[in-house]
């Protein structure tokens, strides 16, 4: 069983930054492809960003792309998000999920564990 927490979320001005975390419980993370996804209201959720149990393969959805860097600390079980160039359309709570034993995908239901989600705010 593997829980996953975010922090990071909150307001910030649109051309701001946030930078997201995602720390999970449990062993063998390096185990696990990690992706981040978001769900705006009155939306589905979307994949955003994923990579590889490593670090060394990543893609994104086109949307963030040049914007928006997934990476990874398998020493400190952790994945970030950092997202810069902020607009209100990337308003959403956000959320980090792992797919074990799994190259990086951006399919959701590969996907095993999901944390809870952080609020992201993009004000205009």
């Known amino acids: 069983q593997v829980q996953l927490v975010e922090s990071g979320g909150g307001l910030v001005q649109a051309g701001g930054s946030l930078r997201l975390s995602c720390t999970a419980s449990g062993r063998r993370f390096n185990s696990y492809a990690m992706g981040w996804f978001r769900q705006a209201p009155g939306k589905e959720r979307e994949f955003v960003a994923t990579?590889?149990?490593?670090?060394?393969?990543?893609y994104y959805t086109e949307s963030v792309k040049g914007r928006f860097t997934i990476s990874r600390d398998n020493d400190k079980n952790t994945v970030y998000l950092q997202m810069n160039s902020l607009k209100p359309e990337d308003t959403a709570v956000y959320y980090c999920a792992a797919a074990k034993n799994m190259g990086p995908t951006r399919r959701t239901p590969l996907y095993d564990y999901w944390g809870q989600g952080t609020q992201v705010t993009v004000s205009s």
């Open positions: 990579v590889s149990w490593n670090g060394g393969s990543t």
